[in-house]
């Protein structure tokens, strides 16, 4: 100790005189990178290149190793704290703990991390945070419906989206398995009937039980989980108040808003005084009757798809066209196939008031419309739903006085590549992200990586392309990239090629049913080897054909690769591999 004591003092005085001091190798590439870090951050250093130094430089770096337990360069220290080595310098860069060691020393934070929304990407994040050992916090609240429908932890997708919209469908696709059962010799009553309320309660126990496994996760992760409502006070401080108005505050050094959105009502009579949405319908204690959704896209069509496949009487007010942004030809196919089951549509009609005629559980509502024409359309329905898109819940977290952008039309936040907002310690996933997809596993992935990104060496960035979705009509449609409109748009028409089949799944052989109504589609770029832009497929289980070609279309797959993949035998996927030119049909 006695032999390395001036040496020691040499270092301590460095540390001392210097705000950011850098003990380097001039050969160093993990030097070098510090260094250009500090740069950007416009902060002034002294790096010490020890292998120009000889024996001393021998000597400094032993000392080094017995005040910081530390044998590697680079070695930094801010304002005398010791930060650690390259790893270490650029997470506590992207944490924003450098910065706060420029400006004098670490602030003290209640959490490293506060989420606000419990949903798909809040939950996701909160999960990997704690595992990377962060303190986490969880803030998430329902806000009832104007009806008063409330639900617990989980989101959208897990209450009243993806998991109990995919189970009212295989209640639905029952019905159609009832209808070809006599074909292979099932022997029914003639009259099998379907009980709204015993189907509502099993999805809502099954979804009781996820929301009791949501908070049992995040307790075992050592999240901290707050049911109360959240709003920024300060940058770095929430204010949230719970059910019963108790308010709690808390402090974070970064933040993620996941906050999601909520469905949006028309601004007509009637509209939320009598009528429901989504967020309503799944737990619904009574059967809705005669419906109406207003709304052409995935929620509309969904809902209408498996409302009438349950048995009940069903239209849909479509405005103008089916699923704006997915390829028009599918989506016309998909309203075909809806309309020749028996879904009514009532075309180029938008609501303009809805009167109560009759109480009841359901009662009878007058529904009033303007047609394109001008003229008037009045029906009665026992329901109406209303799915003409969601509004992001942006509007009460006093986000832009955190000098957060907001996009002025719908609300969304604004971010860059990494999901961070205009303000640098907030970051946006999800729903709430302007200009991306409203998917749950986009939600997700967004979610684990910008963590990632944040508290590791990790610069992966989600990628928002080429992401497969599937819509649960009756005939599911899935795809993956891009529309034959939006292929033709980006490449030119000259460049396009478009494969096609109508197919007809095994399964409905025997009872005929929809006949051909399945169909596949590969939009390929010429000028690059027929490269597959475009995958479209309409039919049983498209959800899961889609997933795994998602993967070929992700990886570059060509029109010849499709082909050269031998099929498995008999499936609707097979379909796929053995498309053609439509002269050649
Ligand atoms: P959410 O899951 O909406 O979570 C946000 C949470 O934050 C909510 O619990 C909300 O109450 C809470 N919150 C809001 N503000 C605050 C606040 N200030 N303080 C505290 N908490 C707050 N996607 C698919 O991939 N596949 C599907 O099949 C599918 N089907 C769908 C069907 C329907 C009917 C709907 C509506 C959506 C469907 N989606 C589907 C979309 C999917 O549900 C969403 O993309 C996903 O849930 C978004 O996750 P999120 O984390 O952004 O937000
Ligand atoms: P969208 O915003 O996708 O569609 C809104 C629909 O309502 C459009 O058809 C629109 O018609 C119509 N519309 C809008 N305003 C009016 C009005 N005033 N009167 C009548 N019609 C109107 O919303 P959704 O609610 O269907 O879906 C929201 C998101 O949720 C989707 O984008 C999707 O990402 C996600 N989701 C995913 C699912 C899945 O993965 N399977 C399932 C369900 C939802 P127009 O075209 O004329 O504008």
Redesign the pocket.
């Given at each position: 100790v006695s032999t390395m004591a001036p040496i020691m003092d040499k270092v301590d005085s460095l540390v001392q005189a210097n705000k950011v001091m850098i003990f380097s190798k001039s050969f160093c590439p993990f030097c070098n990178k510090v260094k250009s870090l500090f740069e950007r951050h416009n902060a002034a250093f002294l790096a010490l290149e020890l292998d120009l130094m000889g024996e001393e430089g021998v000597s400094i770096q032993e000392a080094l190793f017995a005040k910081t337990n530390q044998t590697t360069v680079p070695n930094v220290f801010v304002n005398g704290h010791h930060v650690g080595g390259c790893d270490a310098t650029v997470i506590a860069s992207k944490e924003g703990k450098l910065k706060e060691l420029l400006e004098g020393g670490p602030k003290e934070y209640d959490y490293d991390l506060a989420i606000i929304g419990g949903g798909s990407g809040g939950i996701a994040a909160s999960k990997e945070a704690a595992a990377l050992g962060k303190k986490v916090v969880v803030f998430d609240f329902v806000k009832p419906t104007p009806i008063g429908t409330t639900w617990g932890l989980g989101g959208t997708c897990v209450n009243v989206?993806?998991i109990p919209?995919k189970l009212m469908h295989k209640a639905a696709l029952f019905g159609e398995d009832f209808h070809d059962a006599p074909y292979f010799g099932w022997q029914l009553p003639e009259q099998v009937n379907h009980n709204w309320n015993k189907m509502v309660e099993e999805i809502q126990m099954y979804l009781k039980s996820l929301n009791f496994g949501y908070r049992t996760v995040l307790r075992e992760k050592g999240v901290t989980y707050v049911n109360s409502y959240a709003t920024f006070k300060e940058p770095n401080r929430l204010q949230a108040v719970d059910k019963k108005g108790k308010v709690t505050e808390v402090t974070a050094r970064n933040f993620i808003v996941a906050v999601g959105?909520r469905?949006?009502y028309?601004e007509i009579p009637g509209a939320k005084e009598h009528c429901i949405t989504?967020d309503d319908l799944f737990s619904l204690p009574y059967c809705p009757g005669k419906t109406l959704l207003?709304?052409?896209?995935?929620?509309?069509?969904?809902c209408a798809g498996f409302l009438h496949g349950v048995g009940l009487d069903v239209s849909v007010?479509?405005?103008?066209?089916?699923?704006?942004?997915f390829d028009q030809q599918m989506a016309n196919l998909i309203g075909d196939h809806m309309e020749s089951r028996g879904i009514k549509f009532v075309r180029g009609?938008?609501?303009t008031s809805v009167e109560k005629i009759e109480e009841g559980a359901p009662g009878l509502l007058k529904v009033t419309g303007k047609m394109d024409d001008g003229t008037e359309y009045v029906e009665n329905f026992n329901t109406v739903i209303?799915?003409?898109?969601?509004d992001a819940c942006t509007q009460s977290l006093n986000l832009e006085a955190m000098g957060v952008k907001l996009n002025a039309s719908n609300g969304k936040i604004i971010a860059d590549e990494g999901e961070k907002s205009t303000s640098g310690h907030i970051h946006a996933i999800g729903?709430v992200l302007d200009g991306k997809?409203?998917?749950?596993p986009v939600a997700i992935q967004a979610g684990k990586l910008l963590v990632r990104r944040l508290y590791t060496t990790s610069e992966a960035l989600t990628d928002y392309a080429n992401v497969p979705?599937?819509?649960?009509t009756p005939l599911e449609y899935g795809c993956v990239g891009l529309s034959e409109e939006d292929a033709l748009a980006k490449y030119g028409a000259e460049n396009i090629e478009v494969y096609h089949t109508h197919f007809q799944p095994l399964e409905y052989a025997l009872s005929k049913r929809d006949q051909f109504k399945s169909y596949g589609k590969l939009v390929c770029v010429k000028n690059e080897n027929y490269r597959v832009v475009g995958f479209h497929v309409l039919g049983p289980n498209a959800g899961e054909i889609t997933q795994g070609y998602a993967l070929g279309i992700k990886l570059g797959a060509t029109k010849a690769d499709f082909a050269n993949l031998i099929g498995i035998h008999p499936t609707c996927a097979e379909e796929t591999v053995k498309l053609h030119l439509l002269a050649n049909l």
């Open positions: 989206g993806c919209k959105g469905p949006r028309p989504s207003v709304g052409a896209s995935y929620i509309a069509l969904e007010m479509v405005r103008s066209i089916f699923l704006r942004g009609c938008v609501p209303f799915a003409i898109g969601r729903d997809l409203e998917l749950t979705t599937t819509v649960f």
